[in-house]
């Protein structure tokens, strides 16, 4: 039995090796963006969207100060927010009649 040895074809060999090449090349690109764009969603979820405790902390004892309340309830002194006590001044009869003055 006689076997013919032959040269591998070079094209070929040269072709199915830059194909290949190509395709590991992308997959690579593509599990890479896969990847990147996963850590940018976990990074918005875990990171960006949280509110620190401290900071909502902070934010609940603010409005808390910003609600109306007495501070000497028998000399009629209340603690409110800027805007509700321009509210009432402007809409007094006489802004500018000295506190207490009726």
């Given at each position: 039995?006689?076997?013919?040895?032959?040269?591998?074809?070079?094209?070929?060999?040269?072709?199915?090796?830059?194909?290949?090449?190509?395709l590991v090349?992308v997959a690579?690109?593509?599990?890479?963006?896969?990847?990147?764009?996963?850590?940018?969603?976990?990074?918005?979820?875990?990171?960006?969207?949280?509110?620190?405790?401290?900071?909502?902390?902070?934010?609940?004892?603010?409005?808390?100060?910003?609600?109306?309340?007495?501070?000497?309830?028998?000399?009629?002194?209340?603690?409110?927010?800027?805007?509700?006590?321009?509210?009432?001044?402007?809409?007094?009869?006489?802004?500018?009649?000295?506190?207490?003055?009726?």
């Amino acid at each position: 039995m006689h076997v013919e040895e032959s040269d591998p074809d070079a094209f070929q060999t040269l072709f199915i090796g830059a194909v290949g090449t190509i395709l590991v090349v992308v997959a690579v690109f593509v599990i890479q963006g896969l990847y990147e764009r996963r850590q940018r969603f976990e990074f918005q979820r875990k990171i960006v969207s949280q509110t620190p405790r401290d900071l909502r902390e902070a934010r609940a004892a603010q409005l808390e100060r910003f609600q109306p309340r007495w501070i000497d309830k028998d000399a009629g002194i209340v603690a409110l927010p800027i805007e509700r006590a321009m509210e009432l001044v402007a809409a007094s009869q006489d802004p500018a009649a000295p506190v207490g003055a009726k």
